[in-house]
Structure formats: C-alpha cells, structure tokens
C-alpha cells in the first residue's frame, strides 16, 4: 500500500468504522466493555498489585490480558485508570486487612499516638 494512501485515511466516520468491525472479525476480537474493564481492575487488584506496583508493568500485564482474551485493547487513558483503580483497590484491601489483623486495641493506640504525634507539631511549628 502506498504510504500517500495512508496518510489520506478518514479516520473518522462510517468507514473506519466498518473497517474496524472487519478487522475485529479478521482477528476474531472485541472491543472491551464495562464489564471487562471491571473484571480487569479486580484482577490487578488481586493477582498482580500484591508483586508489582510499577504502573508500567502493571499496564503492560493488562495489555497481554486483552490480547489472551482476545479483546480489543483500551485507550492509554482507559489503561491508566484502570492501573489506577486496581492500585487503589489494592491498597484499600491491604489496609483494610492491616487494620483488621491489629485489631481494635493496636488501633485505638496508634490513632492516640498519632494525635499526640499531630499535636507536638502544631506546637512546635
């Protein structure tokens, strides 16, 4: 194909469109919806935060998780918030499973500890 052609494609309308939909069935992919963006966060969330934090790599297993269900990969933007979600997910359940093995007693003490800690600040600066 002649690079000129290319470069005259209408990316937008009816025909990108149509083409897309052929190279769906081409490849025998589908674009992603709520759902797997959902199903997406609570995996990362669970498999794959608890051993990688870098949001590159994180990404990146994402990407290789749509090519092995064959579906259409999300926008850059669409992966960054689903790295986001699912770090957000992650750290929330960590906590939450920190607090809960501490105990009310363990907690009660650090937040008192904390407030004193809070307090000799303000009076200092």
Do not use: N
């Not at 919806?33 to 790599?57: F, Q």
């Not at 994402?62 to 986001?84: F, N, T």
């Amino acid at each position: 194909m002649d690079a000129a052609l290319f470069a005259k494609y209408a990316w937008h309308g009816r025909t990108i469109k149509y083409h897309r939909a052929q190279i769906r069935e081409s490849f025998g992919t589908r674009p992603a919806s709520e759902d797997d963006e959902e199903r997406w966060a609570r995996w990362l969330a669970a498999e794959v935060c608890p051993v990688e934090t870098d949001p590159g790599l994180l990404a990146a297993a994402l990407l290789r998780r749509c090519r092995s269900e064959k579906i259409e990969p999300p926008s850059d933007g669409q992966v960054d918030r689903e790295v986001a979600s699912a770090g957000r997910r992650f750290e929330d359940a960590f906590a939450a499973q920190i607090t809960y093995r501490l105990g009310p007693l363990v907690c009660g003490r650090l937040e008192e500890l904390l407030a004193q800690l809070k307090a000799e600040c303000a009076t200092r600066c």
